[in-house]
């Protein structure tokens, strides 16, 4: 669980009704971030959708999203792309829960 204080301040950028929500778009705009701050992530990965559109262009958000929608640049397998999502995402959301 992130910190209230940090939803808080997130509310400034994400003024959804319910904190839950506004914890959740914390940790979208920290993946995209986190991401697209990796040289081969940012490669290999193109962020589509309605996330997208809304995260990109439209300030405040028109509508709440709950996933962002990654689509590969190239053909390929994904191996490589999974673990280095992993080694990106994990120290700070944690192991997943199986």
Same mark, same amino acid.
């Given at each position: 669980?992130?910190?209230?204080?940090?939803?808080?301040?997130?509310?400034?950028?994400?003024?959804?009704?319910?904190?839950?929500?506004?914890?959740?778009?914390?940790? =979208?705009?920290? %993946?995209?971030?986190?991401?697209? /701050?990796?040289?081969?992530?940012?490669?290999?990965? !193109?962020?589509? #959708?309605?996330?997208?559109?809304?995260? =990109?262009?439209? %300030?405040?958000?028109?509508?709440? /999203?709950?996933d962002?929608d990654?689509?590969?640049? !190239?053909?390929? #397998?994904?191996?490589?792309?999974?673990?280095?999502?992993?080694?990106?995402?994990?120290?700070?959301?944690?192991?997943?829960?199986?």
């Amino acid at each position: 669980m992130i910190p209230i204080a940090y939803i808080t301040q997130w509310r400034q950028v994400a003024p959804w009704p319910d904190d839950m929500q506004v914890e959740q778009d914390l940790i =979208l705009s920290r %993946t995209i971030v986190e991401i697209f /701050s990796n040289p081969f992530l940012s490669e290999q990965l !193109a962020f589509r #959708g309605g996330t997208a559109l809304h995260k =990109l262009f439209f %300030t405040p958000a028109a509508r709440y /999203s709950e996933d962002i929608d990654l689509v590969r640049t !190239a053909k390929g #397998g994904i191996k490589e792309i999974i673990d280095v999502l992993r080694d990106c995402l994990e120290p700070w959301l944690g192991q997943p829960k199986t």
